[in-house]
């Protein structure tokens, strides 16, 4: 059977570890979720080879054609996050709306204010890979147990800027002199 384990740190693309959501493709569907993108050069050789051992542990006589790999570089996307490498590992890990994985922060100390978490944020994720054969869909994925924040980062995509960095040198100055005043 597969083990669970903890990822190397990665930088949040889309987190939904606090509230499930759906995709527009299947809004019924609702999961916990977080795309994890991994800089060039880190090693991700323990993922790779869980997820082999999840397909040998499915299909013990050979991996089926046109299986589907958790393992996409940022190019490799239909929808690239903005801001990052071509050649940045991406993955996403997910866990059911019934399944909300924990949410820690470097301190082990529980999160629950959604602010805290945002796409560009870094994190570890402790995940359990498995192989899935569904409606003709057939491939490897990694289940979502636990997520730890490590450290706070420059929003990605569409994230909203923190306020202290949008008005950063208006601090403590005056307005007026403008146009209107």
């Not at 606090?18 to 991994?38: E, G, H, L």
């Amino acid at each position: 059977m597969t083990e669970k384990l903890v990822t190397p740190e990665f930088r949040a693309a889309f987190v939904s570890v606090i509230r499930a959501t759906a995709s527009p493709a299947s809004p019924d569907n609702k999961k916990y979720s977080i795309r994890a993108v991994f800089s060039p050069g880190t090693d991700i050789t323990a993922l790779k080879k869980a997820a082999e051992e999840a397909v040998k542990e499915k299909w013990p006589n050979g991996a089926p054609k046109g299986l589907r790999s958790p393992f996409r570089t940022n190019d490799e996307l239909e929808n690239p996050v903005v801001g990052v490498e071509d050649d940045a590992m991406v993955i996403t890990f997910s866990s059911p709306e019934n399944r909300r994985p924990g949410l820690v922060d470097r301190n082990l100390q529980d999160i629950i204010d959604e602010t805290e978490v945002y796409a560009g944020c870094y994190f570890r994720a402790q995940v359990r890979p498995y192989a899935y054969d569904k409606a003709g869909n057939r491939g490897v994925a990694f289940g979502l147990e636990n997520v730890m924040k490590t450290r706070d980062g420059d929003p990605l995509g569409s994230g909203r800027m923190p306020a202290s960095k949008a008005f950063e040198g208006f601090g403590g100055k005056s307005g007026g002199g403008g146009v209107f005043d």
